[in-house]
């Protein structure tokens, strides 16, 4: 149980929430009012003026409806949000908890114990929407982001088909489907989830679909991430370094030619009419280690065989998972950039990074330091706080899915891959290490 009691609102807050929530209501309308005010948002004399309000118990939200003056559209508030958010959130509240009063210790410092826990302030976290409907909606939501989101049984129930979990809005739940948006860029500074969330989809995908999914992970930063799945049934190729990447792209444009043909030779347009259940993940990290192959001839021919497999691979059942700590335009493959309308973007170093991933700035301005939290952009944008997956997690669930006579007792890395062409496709063979 919590209390909430704005600053000003002094002890008198002790006595409930309604207190709280009814100077909050007054405060924030007349903030709006005033911020608008103070960022120009109003025409020779005439201002916004509020003319409803709802207080959305369930939701936590307080709906204010305002008329805008001629001459004013949606926009000019939206380019505001960061004002009009940091506006409401000017304050810290005092958060009393409770369950802090039974951890008390019956020693000379109880009254110390007892100030602390009145004095506990919390920054407020208010998050803002706005839309237009004849008047300016901004709902002003009491919570904002969730600082964390962990991945366990209950998320997973939540996702089905092809979908994975993006994460959570301040106020709604938000997933990505591969049979929708078929290819997905990832882009982030350093330790900021860009692996985690990989791992994140390859176990939702293994688990809900083990029969009819299959993946070809190419992690560039020493394949010690992807090791884990190496054994599942349903991973062909973990490709770790240059060779073993041009290996399994080029085992792939094989086979999506040799598709390409028999689709075309039987009159099917795409894999949805072919009826075929298999999708075949490419998931590629450290996408800008392709950039960096030495050799010229070696780094082209990579770089447009994931352009290829971007370009044609969607109709055919291929999927593309490309995630970089460097988004510069030349790190992207061109087909790449084209063909994929779905990105997920942790914090980035700077504006033109930004500009690659989103088509705008803005992925600079995350906070900072805090992990998970990114823009999910489609043909909307939401800000996410993405779900954090324990290895401890993935190890239980991929466990029925492990192909045991790859595994030997012991070791962490109990067996040996080699990659074996068969009938135009190659095989990844485990032998005990
Ligand atoms: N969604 C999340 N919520 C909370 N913590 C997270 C989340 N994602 C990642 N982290 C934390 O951040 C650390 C780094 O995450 P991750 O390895 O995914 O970063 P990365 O973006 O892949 O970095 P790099 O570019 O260096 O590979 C994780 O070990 C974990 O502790
Ligand atoms: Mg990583």
């Not at 919590?2 to 924030?28: P, Q, R």
């Not at 904002?144 to 129930?157: F, I, R, S, T, V």
């Not at 240059?242 to 030619?257: G, K, N, Q, S, Y």
Request: glycine share 8%; net charge positive.
């Amino acid at each position: 149980m919590l209390f909430e009691i704005l600053t000003t609102g002094s002890m008198l807050g002790v006595l409930g929430t309604s207190y709280y929530y009814k100077t909050n209501l007054n405060n924030d309308a007349d903030k709006i009012l005033k911020i608008a005010e103070n960022c120009g948002l109003y025409k020779k004399d005439e201002k916004i003026r509020l003319y409803r309000r709802n207080f959305n118990k369930e939701k936590k939200f307080t709906e204010y409806a305002f008329k805008i003056p001629l001459g004013l559209e949606l926009k000019d508030f939206q380019d505001k949000y960061g004002k009009f958010k940091d506006g409401l959130n000017n304050r810290s509240v005092r958060r009393i908890i409770l369950k802090d009063f039974k951890n008390l210790k019956l020693d000379r410092t109880l009254p110390m114990q007892i100030q602390a826990i009145l004095n506990n302030r919390v920054r407020q976290n208010k998050e803002i929407e706005m839309e237009y409907d004849g008047m300016l909606i901004m709902r002003v939501y009491d919570e904002g982001m969730p600082a964390e989101m962990h991945y366990d049984d209950e998320l997973l129930k939540k996702v089905k088909g092809w979908e994975v979990p993006i994460g959570v809005t301040f106020k709604e739940f938000v997933i990505h489907d591969f049979e929708g948006l078929q290819m997905l860029v990832i882009a982030g500074m350093t330790r900021y989830g860009k692996t985690v969330f990989l791992k994140n989809a390859i176990t939702t995908l293994i688990n809900n679909q083990p029969e009819n999914v299959k993946f070809t992970l190419i992690d560039l930063k020493g394949g010690l991430a992807f090791s884990r799945f190496m054994a599942c049934k349903q991973v062909n190729t973990v490709a770790k370094n240059c060779p073993e990447t041009l290996a399994a792209l080029e085992a792939i444009h094989r086979e999506l030619l040799a598709r390409q043909e028999h689709f075309l030779a039987n009159g099917w347009e795409d894999i949805g009419e072919a009826g075929w259940k298999e999708r075949h993940f490419v998931v590629i990290d450290e996408g800008a280690e392709i950039a960096g192959f030495e050799d010229r001839e070696e780094r082209l021919r990579a770089t447009h065989l994931i352009g290829e497999i971007a370009r044609i691979g969607a109709g055919l059942g291929y999927r593309l998972i490309f995630a970089t700590q460097y988004p510069t335009a030349d790190v992207f493959p061109r087909q790449v950039k084209a063909n994929t309308s779905a990105a997920l973007c942790f914090k980035l170093k700077n504006s033109t990074q930004s500009l690659v991933v989103l088509d705008r700035a803005g992925a600079e301005d995350l906070p900072v330091g805090l992990k998970g939290r990114a823009i999910y952009q489609t043909d909307r944008e939401q800000l996410v706080q993405t779900p954090f997956i324990k290895n401890s997690f993935i190890d239980i669930k991929i466990k029925p899915h492990i192909n045991f006579r790859a595994r030997s007792e012991g070791t962490s890395a109990p067996f040996k891959a080699t990659k074996e062409e068969e009938g135009g496709s190659y095989i990844t063979k485990f032998e005990k290490a």
